[in-house]
């Protein structure tokens, strides 16, 4: 137990922030006070895939928060279109408003009547908070005057007169259209106090940048990294075979523009190395998938080219990581030796089977993973442009520092994938740099090494591994961000027989139906399982085939219902999320989104339906989350200090 007398030292340092007995009381009773207050809400979203505007929409009506909000402030006062429409305000005020004010006759009344809406609901929403941390969130140029509108009882006969004078004033001086925008997202930012990226921000979709740029502008966010992420966070470190495949999915899923446009990459040495090389090649089973006809035969064309190019570049990078790292147990994975390159045919298990297109001139059948020097040199170039982008960097950065395999956050366990477990469901072990990991220990070991790929130096031994590392997180079988036992890139794209593309999902999937394995996770994350729950995304939920994003239950929760229109088909809806709020743990589920224009235009919300899946008998409050823990040790600290104030064993200054 901490006494006065043990803690001396620590103390006399607290006693340097609150030098009086009056300072340390004041803030004993504001931490108290802070520890009664409801738990912020929390929004857990997860595979977005360069889906933005469906996340960015999402993101904006805080997965139905704000409509609950609107009900639960005006449920009788207004109508069901109204309140759709103050909706639509908050979420889009400057598009909302352009349109409205080419359109209202009175435009003052209409600013007067959504002002004092908003400064209600604004209210409302930020009662949970202290006023410290509402002022924070507040923007400098309404900061003072939100502030008194927030605090202010419009129905105290005293103020009444001072409160409309200050909104006749914004209408008067033309600051309306720019208060109702600032209110709007003070809205946004106070009805979720933090949002949770279950991984998969990168890949398929159009502009995971913009993704991107949105949480970094977000006001309080952590990420878990998924196998998508981190091939493009291994890519920017410099690691060849990372950036092999994440050319490879923007080509096939047509989505170049954004590494050459956006992050500035120079495409022309792939796109010439490849237009000479499969100059008659049709490439057949490179073109890409796409289902808009923007893309010109040409194009398509071309893209397929460059398409096969950096896929045959990849399996020779992959092949030279499987042979310099024996521990990544991945021999099985070589399959350019098993290519019979007159029969055209490929050996897989003993079997042979016919190749779909076996047109391979950059391939020496005595030597298959051997890069040729045009190769050689279109990589390199490749690399110096990644390692070099500032905003592929700046955006990778972030990753890393908001980042991480998992984490555990109020008692959850949030990751992207599995804890890869075997078939025995004990968990997997794996051997690197000479020693055993399994659990959270593997995971752990992995998270440091990756970090180790994109901070050490240049040429580093450590760099290196820590870059193959990153790939082996995108498609060993160990990582628990891919979470099965391979990836079968090549079958998918040379074979026709589909048993060889199956990739079987690590025994964690099947297991985690199981509440008593559960309980074994919970224990090895140091998580008390009555309150905890594991928030995975990676795999879509078929819930057009009655699967539940619910498991063990209610102790797992899967989450990707598929943002990635490519893999709306399979799930039948746009995507889950989570909200854990104060009351209760909330699954909504979204129907597809069309777009931000249609949603402005036409006030057509994402129609979501909520599920509870976990209701509080007692409102949680911020003494029971994970910062509650730690304001709960200050307070304790802050008593100790009183009593050595009051014992004369610290001097008040
Ligand atoms: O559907 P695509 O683009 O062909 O991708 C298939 C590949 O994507 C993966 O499912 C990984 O991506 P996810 O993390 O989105 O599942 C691989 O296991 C598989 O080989
Ligand atoms: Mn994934």
């Given at each position: 137990m901490k006494t006065v007398e043990s803690e001396i030292k620590y103390l006399k340092l607290l006693s340097k922030q609150y030098p009086s007995i009056s300072k340390a009381s004041t803030e004993i009773i504001n931490l108290e006070a802070i520890l009664n207050l409801p738990k912020g809400t929390e929004h857990f979203i997860s595979?977005?895939?360069?889906?933005?505007e469906s996340f960015v929409h999402v993101l904006k009506n805080g997965s139905g928060v704000i409509k609950r909000k609107i009900e639960e402030v005006f449920s009788s006062t207004m109508r069901d279109n109204e309140k759709k429409a103050l909706a639509t305000l908050i979420y889009y005020p400057e598009q909302k408003l352009d349109l409205i004010i080419k359109e209202e006759e009175n435009i003052d009344d209409f600013y007067r009547i959504n002002i004092y809406r908003l400064i209600e609901l604004c209210k409302y929403a930020s009662s949970k908070y202290t006023r410290s941390k509402v002022r924070k969130l507040l923007p400098n140029d309404f900061k003072y005057i939100i502030e008194e509108l927030l605090h202010e009882n419009i129905d105290g006969e005293h103020k009444k007169n001072y409160y409309k004078s200050i909104v006749e004033t914004i209408i008067q001086i033309d600051r309306a259209k720019e208060f109702i925008i600032a209110i709007s997202k003070v809205i946004q930012k106070l009805v979720v106090d933090r949002l949770h990226i279950i991984g998969d921000i990168y890949d398929r979709g159009p502009r995971p940048d913009i993704v991107m740029d949105t949480l970094m502008d977000y006001h309080c966010v952590d990420i878990q990294w998924g196998n998508h992420d981190i091939l493009w966070m291994g890519a920017a470190s410099g690691s060849k075979a990372c950036i092999a495949n994440a050319l490879r999915i923007s080509a096939r899923y047509a989505n170049l523009d954004i590494i050459e446009d956006i992050y500035g990459i120079n495409l022309l040495p792939l796109a010439t190395f490849a237009m000479e090389v499969y100059k008659d090649d049709p490439c057949n089973c490179f073109i890409p998938k796409i289902s808009d006809q923007d893309v010109s035969t040409k194009e398509k064309s071309l893209i397929a080219k460059m398409h096969k190019a950096i896929s045959v570049i990849q399996f020779k990078l992959e092949g030279e990581i499987i042979n310099r790292r024996p521990e990544f147990d991945m021999k099985h994975r070589l399959l350019l030796n098993n290519i019979n390159y007159e029969d055209k045919t490929i050996n897989l298990k003993g079997k042979d089977y016919k190749l779909?297109?076996?047109?391979?001139?950059?391939?020496?059948?005595?030597?298959?993973y051997k890069f040729t020097k045009e190769e050689e040199i279109v990589m390199d170039k490749i690399v110096s442009c990644f390692k070099n982008s500032e905003k592929l960097q700046k955006h990778v950065s972030f990753l890393f520092s908001k980042g991480s395999i998992y984490l555990t956050a109020n008692s959850n366990l949030l990751i992207h994938g599995c804890i890869p477990l075997n078939k025995d469901y004990d968990f997997m072990s794996m051997k690197l740099q000479g020693s055993e990991y399994r659990g959270k220990a593997l995971m752990d070991k992995m998270e440091s090494l990756s970090r180790e790929g994109y901070f050490f130096e240049e040429k580093s031994i450590q760099k290196q591994y820590g870059m193959d590392m990153m790939w082996y997180l995108w498609n060993g079988k160990c990582s628990s961000l891919f979470g099965k036992d391979d990836m079968t890139t090549f079958e998918r794209y040379f074979i026709g027989e589909k048993e060889t593309h199956k990739e079987n999902k690590n025994p964690y999937f099947k297991q985690r139906e199981d509440e008593d394995m559960c309980e074994k996770i919970f224990k090895e994350f140091n998580l008390d399982s009555k309150d905890a729950h594991i928030i995975n995304g990676h795999v879509p939920v078929e819930s057009k085939n009655g699967e539940s994003p619910i498991k063990a239950n209610g102790k797992i929760l899967a989450i990707d219902g598929g943002f990635s229109r490519a893999y709306q088909e399979k799930t039948g809806i746009a995507g889950y999320t989570l909200i854990y709020n104060s009351y209760s743990l909330q699954l909504v589920s979204h129907d597809p989104f069309t777009c931000a224009e249609e949603a402005i235009v036409?006030?057509?919300?994402?129609l979501s339906t909520t599920e509870i899946v976990e209701h509080k008998a007692k409102r949680k409050t911020v003494r029971d989350t994970d910062a509650g823990k730690k304001l709960e040790e200050e307070v304790k600290d802050l008593k100790l200090l009183l009593m050595a104030y009051k014992k004369g064993i610290i001097k008040e200054i």
């Open positions: 595979d977005i895939h360069g889906e933005y779909k297109d076996s047109n391979f001139p950059t391939i020496d059948k005595n030597n298959p036409n006030e057509s919300d994402i």
